[in-house]
Every structure is written in C-alpha cells, then in structure tokens.
C-alpha cells in the first residue's frame, strides 16, 4: 500500500514538473530569452523522473538500473547544466578550476553508471562512487547558483533575486536526506524513505525556481554587474547612437563618450595597419571596466559595463539581430542623420535586448525605471 501511495506521488511530481518545464520552455521562446543550457537541464531532469515514475512499467533491465539511468547521467547532466548556466550569468568565460571539478564529477558519475549498466550486481564500492557523483556535483552546482544569486540581490535587492536564491536553498538541501542515507545510514523519517523525502524538498525547489522564471523570462537575461553605456558605431566608426544606462536597482553613473568614438576608431586602425588584417575589437578589459564588442557587417555595438558576462554579450547579439534592414542601411551610411523616430526605434530594440537596464537622463543625471520614456532629449547622441 505505501509503495502504491509512492508511485502516484511520483507520477504526479513528474506530471506537475513536465508541465511547468513545457510552459518554461514555450515562455522562454515566446519572449526570446533563450537560455539553452538550463532548459536542456530541465529536460535532462524531466528524463530522470519519467524513469522513476515510470519504474513499475519498464522492463526488467531498465527497472533494475534506474538508479545508475536517473541519479548517475540523467540528473547529473542536469546539474552540470544548472552549473554552466550560472557561470554564463557571472562571467564570460566558465572558471577553470571550477570547470575542471565539476566536469571530473561529470566524468565520474557517467563513466560509474555505465560500468553499472554492462553489470548484474554492481560492487558496493562502485555504487558509493555512482553516489558521491550525483551528491557532490548537485551541492556544487546549487550552492554555486546560490552564491550568485545572493550576490545579485545584495546589489540590486530585486526580490526575484531572493526568490531564486531561496529556490536554489531549497534544491541544495534536498541533497542532505540522500546524503544521510548513503554515507550515514539514516534510511527513514516518519516512515518516509529519506530518498523519498529529498525528492518531495528537491520538486518544491523546482517548482519555485521554474515558477519564477516562467513569470518572469526577462530574469534569465538579467545583468547583476553594474552597466553603463551602449554605443553602435556605423561603418566609418562613427557612433550613430549612444546612451547612458544602469542596471535596474544599482547606483547609475554616467560614462562620458566624447572621446569614446575616437579613441576606438584610433585603436582598431592602428591594430588593422599593423596587423595587416581587418581587426575588429571583441574585448577590452581594463581596472573595473569591460568593453564588449559586436559586430555585424558594417556596424558594431559597444557596452561598457565593470564585468562582461556570457548574456551580456548574447543581448548585444540580440540587439543587432532586431535591427531591421531599412534601420540597418541608414544606420550603416557614412552620412547618418538620426531624427527622433530613429532614436525611438534604437531606443525600443535597447529595452528589448536589455529588459533589465534603465535609460539614464544625461541632461539632469536623473534615473527612471520607466525606460526609454525617461529620456527628455532623443536627438542627442
């Protein structure tokens, strides 16, 4: 009767989280705000419980090595990519050492479960390495994301922050029960098993995590450095557009581009003539200041931010995307004249790529979390 009772409260954990992954994923496109690495991390996990909620169904082979299927690949690529994913929020490029450990963890979780697969009965040493895998890869992956989030909301204090920073809280205790039970020999709380209990803690993290990214699309592009200016340069280098901005819920301090135009065009020819190649700039890393660079064809596009990070540069990408091609070809032009409409069209691909950042009025050095509305004089540039 318990083990009946179980495998309904399986199949409807499996049931509500299928949901909520498919409604994540249409929202995600829906808004454009792709992050492929966690969806193919939800999916990775939706894999893993359709094969224990699905368990009593199988075949016997599959049945009998669920555990190496779901704990040891499935789950474990699931937590690899939840890993990856906040490493694109934090930074440009994932850290190495930390690559390194959590890709060992990888390793050691895939190439365990497949030697369990070709086994009948699997050593016990063998099994407690399959374990420590999944329990070490999935506490590193969410209190990494935790350590990330926190310091997003220390400095923006967005509650969606705190939100996901409680979810990821939520997700990373649910690890202690199975970690009870395989090294310390807890295997029951109040007739639950402590598995059984992980994986109740474990979907009501889920649930509050993908909750809050299907009401809210727009955190996943979020930028939790400091961001202060966006310039697109035309085909002679010079900048067509320029606006000052701040992340939403940071200080706003505006970064003069008087000279900016210059001094870039100065150092793409000197490096183009010495180089002998067409050198288009992509980085430029000084004391807490980055300069990211796109380029499409004839024009670029410039944010200067304290750090880069990978959808930083993903929602430059984005915004020369929308570029429509009649904006595309009077912006390219050596002779631009941008008109207000132009400034209001830029300014809307602006808010679009980059939903969490706010215009700042560079005539009062006033903010306003209304957006491009904030801006009292759209001919400047």
């Not at 288009?280 to 990070?309: H, M, N, Y």
């Not at 995307?321 to 069209?345: F, G, H, P, T």
């Amino acid at each position: 009767m318990q083990s009946d009772i179980a495998n309904v409260v399986v199949l409807a954990l499996w049931g509500i989280l299928l949901l909520l992954v498919i409604l994540f994923i249409y929202q995600t496109f829906r808004k454009n705000r792709h992050a492929h690495l966690l969806t193919v991390g939800l999916l990775f996990g939706v894999a893993g419980l359709t094969l224990w909620a699905f368990r009593p169904f199988l075949s016997e082979y599959l049945a009998s090595h669920t555990s190496p299927l779901a704990n040891g690949l499935a789950y474990v690529f699931m937590y690899y990519a939840i890993y990856l994913h906040f490493e694109q929020v934090s930074d440009l490029r994932p850290h190495l050492a930390r690559l390194a450990l959590m890709s060992a963890l990888v390793g050691m979780g895939a190439a365990t479960s497949a030697t369990m697969l070709t086994l009948d009965s699997a050593p016990g040493a063998l099994t407690q390495w399959n374990d420590f895998a999944h329990d070490a890869i999935r506490m590193g992956a969410f209190l990494f994301g935790m350590v990330i989030s926190f310091r997003g909301w220390r400095m923006t204090e967005e509650r969606n922050a705190l939100v996901e920073w409680l979810a990821l809280l939520i997700l990373a205790s649910g690890g202690i029960p199975a970690v009870m039970g395989n090294y310390f020999g807890f295997k029951h709380v109040i007739d639950m098993s402590v598995y059984e209990l992980g994986d109740m803690i474990t979907f009501v993290g889920l649930v509050l995590l993908i909750g809050m990214y299907l009401t809210h699309p727009n955190y996943l592009y979020r930028l939790p450095v400091p961001v202060y200016r966006i310039i697109i340069y035309n085909s002679v280098g010079i900048a067509t557009y320029s606006r000052a901005v701040r992340t939403r819920g940071m200080e706003g301090m505006v970064v003069p581009d008087q000279l900016m135009s210059m001094s870039i065009t100065a150092v793409s020819s000197v490096l183009s003539e010495g180089l002998q190649v067409n050198a288009q700039l992509r980085l430029i890393d000084v004391t807490r200041r980055v300069l990211l660079f796109e380029w499409s064809k004839d024009i670029s596009a410039l944010l200067i931010c304290e750090r880069g990070t990978y959808f930083a540069r993903r929602s430059l990408k984005m915004l020369l995307s929308s570029i429509s091609a009649d904006l595309y070809e009077r912006l390219a032009a050596e002779a631009v004249n941008v008109d207000s409409k132009m400034m209001a069209q830029l300014d809307a691909l602006v808010q679009a790529a980059f939903p969490y950042l706010v215009f700042i009025d560079e005539d009062t050095s006033s903010t306003n979390d209304s957006g491009p509305a904030a801006i009292s004089s759209p001919d400047r540039t």
